[in-house]
């Protein structure tokens, strides 16, 4: 009986050290609940140090352009918009060509920093990946049908949160 109870009050604190983890990470960001709720839907996020929840926000941030990637990619594929198709093309052009230039030269980067130390390179990597967005925003100011422009100034926000998370570190 006794074994049981301890075991249960392990458990208790790792769980609550944990939370507290999160906690502190997502306090000394620009935005607690957007860092809290990102980390705390992956549960991977549980086990995970400092470090670890760093990491898992730039693999979050990896996922997003991807994502964006591929949206641009099948909105090229099927364009079911005839009526906004000059306007709406270039914007897909131009936010095809510019997150597969964030992704290669930025999160890429950011993660191969971040994975070799360099916290502060990887920092200012994954902060250039949100600025870069803006390229694709402005391309897509007259196209609103695939609401590309807000998804780049989300994008552009959750990297500011990624940063801080990493900022952390140092």
Do not use: W
Request: charged content about 20%; hydrophobic content about 40%; glycine content about 2%.
């Amino acid at each position: 009986m006794e074994q049981k109870i301890l075991l249960l009050i392990f458990f208790y604190l790792l769980n609550n050290s944990s939370a507290n983890v999160i906690d502190s990470v997502c306090k000394a960001t620009q935005d607690y609940k957007l860092c809290n709720e990102s980390l705390t839907s992956n549960p991977d996020s549980a086990n995970e140090d400092a470090k670890g929840l760093a990491r898992i926000m730039l693999y979050m941030a990896l996922r997003k352009t991807t994502h964006i990637i591929v949206y641009v990619k099948l909105m090229i594929i099927e364009n079911k918009f005839p009526d906004y198709r000059s306007a709406c093309e270039d914007c897909l052009e131009v936010c095809d060509k510019n997150y597969n230039f964030i992704l290669h030269h930025f999160v890429l980067n950011a993660i191969k920093y971040f994975e070799v130390e360099m916290y502060h390179d990887a920092t200012f990597a994954i902060g250039l990946s949100g600025l870069n967005v803006s390229t694709c925003a402005d391309a897509c100011v007259n196209c609103n049908a695939f609401n590309l422009t807000n998804r780049s100034k989300e994008y552009a926000y959750f990297v500011l949160v990624v940063g801080d998370v990493i900022d952390y570190l140092y």
